[in-house]
């Protein structure tokens, strides 16, 4: 079972509607699970940066974290055209002494269509 | 408001060609990384500094060097191209947390395309 497991889509919505977009991880050692969105020849941002489990709302964004089930999910509201983006999961694992190393998912490709 | 810049943007190697990908950053961060993207797959971490002369492995080191003689810059050289390192290479860093753990975001540039032939 690889660490961390992303839907690669693609997934293609109308505009308006709401995205859902989730990991699976098996590792217990992570404990900051983090949305990065990559536009296309560009390299990834954050989105969104959580720790512990529940819900964390950033605007139309929306970041979910299930650690008993080791699942996390993002929601965007109100999806947009320039939401059209590669989604990708990254968790972390730290190493101590303030340094930490991230695990990606593969990304999911999201197209909203106007 | 530069940010972390890669160079070149596109390569085009020969096997057994050599070539160093430059990563610099203004933001006077500690750490730095380099990972690599293959198509469809997540971001796999080549190496990483935490600082000037203090240099570790990553998940897929294997074929690339790093060096790091000041904050500013993260080379990472390939020595002998292969088409296995055919990929986009991205270049990261973050602050310090200064306490252990605690919200510092890692900050991508936008990436060497490199095409081994």
Not at chain 2, 40 to 59: F, Q
Request: charged content about 20%; overall charge positive; glycine content about 10%.
């Amino acid at each position: 079972q690889k660490e961390v497991e992303q839907d690669p889509g693609p997934l293609s919505v109308p505009e308006g509607a709401i995205v859902s977009l989730n990991c699976t991880y098996s590792n217990s050692a992570f404990q900051y699970f983090m949305w990065y969105r990559q536009y296309s020849r560009k390299g990834p941002e954050l989105l969104m940066y959580t720790y512990s489990s529940g819900n964390k709302e950033d605007g139309r964004f929306t970041a979910q974290v299930d650690k008993s089930s080791k699942y996390i999910s993002l929601f965007i509201r109100d999806s947009q055209p320039s939401d059209s983006a590669t989604y990708l999961c990254a968790m972390r694992r730290d190493s101590g002494a303030g340094s930490y190393q991230l695990t990606f998912g593969k990304g999911t490709k999201l197209s909203v269509i106007p | 408001n530069a940010g972390v810049t890669q160079t070149p943007k596109f390569r085009i190697l020969k096997i057994g060609q050599s070539m160093t990908l430059q990563c610099a950053q203004d933001m006077n961060h500690n750490y730095m990384y380099w990972y690599r993207q293959d198509p469809g797959m997540g971001l796999k971490l080549i190496y990483y500094s935490v600082g000037a002369g203090i240099t570790d492995k990553g998940e897929v080191p294997n074929g690339y060097n790093v060096s790091r003689s000041t904050t500013e810059y993260f080379p990472l050289r390939l020595e002998l191209a292969a088409p296995s390192q055919t990929s986009v290479y991205f270049c990261a860093s973050r602050s310090h947390s200064g306490t252990g753990g605690g919200n510092q975001p890692q900050h991508f540039g936008d990436g060497t395309r490199l095409s081994i032939l």
